[in-house]
């Protein structure tokens, strides 16, 4: 009987490891790991917590058959679990997957955190003491049960990503409100101009867009949450016109109207049809929604409002409104990756 007939190669990998080598005595331990599965990107640092990794959110499942013709994709991780088989990333978009901000990143959690669980090199074995995980509302009880199963202590779980034959556990699972690790890390590195009074974060991302107003100690001022439609809604605006405008026989892909914009180019697929204009006028109505809801919430609240740092992978369409404020809400650099960079930095 040949006791490692399911370590043979498949899909262009070698699978080197070997049972003595999977044992978890190998393993490497990370005190603290930090995740973002966002709505249109996953974002992670590596075992060694010193590289941002960013891949698009996008999952497909495939089957033993299709599985076998896949080829390697730098945007992409393959994942091999119970019995099944996913490809994660840019592939899994272009192979018609479905996009996280159409299903529920928290559920998919499960899935997505296993691109990140990764262990350095020469380990097959990761122990996570504390798994970070950043989610829209951590009062959600489905959304923080939901992540929580992804805690597996004291049991060890095996899983295959990219060839290489993983196990992993998982003592606990913290759920973080998303704005709240960027608030902290604006306070300590003095990116608010008035620490001693209220400041704010508005986080634009492709499924929500949540704008939060905290007391200098880091309290949320409940009644002044803003939670919106993300990005997702202003593709669908501009899909819909796009299709009408140029009379295609299709609807247009919203991930892929995203990625244009997020290029600034605006032009879709092969033909690089120009949707500028659409872009512009929903852009304009979309952002004036927003200013108009934050407004009306914070009203009691601006007297004693310092700044609004705006943070996420659309935290663009709200320059309109930091150029219209005098930089009362502003944009720092790597708004994409500023959550994920404070959750790093959290105690």
Not at 165 to 171: F, R
Not at 204 to 210: D, K
Not at 311 to 333: H, K, N, Q, W, Y
């Amino acid at each position: 009987m040949n006791t490692n007939a399911h370590l043979q190669p498949q899909n262009g990998y070698q699978r080197s490891a070997t049972i003595e080598q999977m044992h978890p005595q190998s393993g490497q331990t990370r005190t603290r790991m930090v995740f973002d599965g966002g709505n249109r990107f996953i974002k992670w640092l590596d075992a060694d917590n010193n590289k941002l990794r960013c891949i698009p959110s996008c999952v497909k499942e495939l089957s033993e058959y299709q599985w076998k013709r896949l080829k390697y994709d730098p945007q992409s991780v393959f994942i091999e679990v119970d019995n099944r088989r996913f490809v994660i990333g840019r592939l899994a978009q272009e192979l018609g997957g479905e996009p996280t901000f159409q299903k529920s990143k928290c559920e998919l959690a499960e899935i997505l955190v296993l691109v990140a669980m990764k262990p350095s090199s020469g380990f097959n074995h990761v122990r996570v003491e504390k798994l970070c995980i950043a989610l829209p509302n951590s009062l959600n009880s489905d959304d923080v049960e939901a992540v929580q199963r992804i805690a597996n202590h004291p049991l060890t779980k095996e899983f295959v990503r990219n060839g290489h034959e993983i196990t992993y556990t998982v003592a606990a699972v913290e759920p973080i409100d998303e704005t709240y690790p960027a608030f902290l890390y604006a306070q300590k590195q003095g990116f608010y101009e008035f620490p001693s009074a209220k400041n704010a974060v508005w986080d634009i991302g492709g499924g929500t867009s949540i704008a939060r107003i905290y007391t200098p100690n880091g309290t949320l001022i409940h009644d002044a949450e803003v939670i919106l439609p993300g990005t997702k809604q202003l593709a669908q605006q501009i899909a819909s016109e796009l299709k009408e405008t140029y009379n295609l026989d299709y609807s247009p892909d919203l991930p892929e109207i995203m990625d244009a914009i997020e290029r600034r180019d605006y032009l879709y697929g092969i033909d690089s049809l120009d949707f500028w204009d659409i872009y512009d006028r929903s852009a304009s109505h979309w952002v004036e929604a927003a200013r108009s809801e934050i407004r009306s919430k914070w009203a009691s609240h601006m007297p004693q409002l310092g700044h609004v740092l705006v943070v996420g992978g659309s935290a663009e369409l709200a320059r309109p409104i930091c150029e219209a404020t005098g930089d009362r809400f502003f944009i720092p650099e790597q708004p994409q990756f500023f959550n994920l960079i404070a959750m790093a930095h959290m105690d």
